[in-house]
Nanobody, 128 residues
Framework: QVQLVESGGGAVQSGGSLRLSCVAS????????MGWFRQAPGKEREGVAA???????RYADTANGRFTISQDNAANMLYLQMKRLKPEDTAMYYC??????????????????????WGQGTQVTVSS
């Protein structure tokens, strides 16, 4: 049984930093795309950052240059380092995984319907 559990969310002021973590069980990162998605109130869920088993990364435009996705394959851990946070980054952040996709990371980020597994989410709130 696949389980993804996020942690590290919280409330910060604009310009602050947070590091989200996701521990995965029931899968190994080989042959999986792993990613972070977010959903703000009243908005659709959107991709933030993704990484494949080789360590190749892809970011949404809103995250590029401020967020860094990484993973520890041995520990089955996924991370999202977020810097220079803005109020518009306020959302529930979800860890996500998809097994052996026949498409690229960009497609994975753009299509939430292709995500195979979701975590329960961790709230990030950025105040101005």
């Amino acid at each position: 049984q696949v389980q993804l559990v996020e942690s590290g969310g919280g409330a910060v002021q604009s310009g602050g930093s947070l590091r989200l973590s996701c521990v995965a069980s029931g899968i190994t990162f080989n042959n999986y795309y792993m990613g972070w998605f977010r959903q703000a109130p009243g908005k659709e869920r959107e991709g933030v950052a993704a990484i494949d088993s080789d360590g190749t990364t892809r970011y949404a435009d809103t995250a590029n240059g401020r967020f860094t996705i990484s993973q520890d394959n041995a520990a089955n851990m996924l991370y999202l380092q977020m810097k220079r946070l803005k109020p518009e980054d306020t959302a529930m952040y979800y860890c996500a995984a998809t097994y052996a996709p026949p498409y690229g990371l960009g497609f994975f980020l753009d299509h939430t319907t292709r995500v195979g597994y979701w975590g329960q989410g961790t709230q990030v709130t950025v105040s101005s």
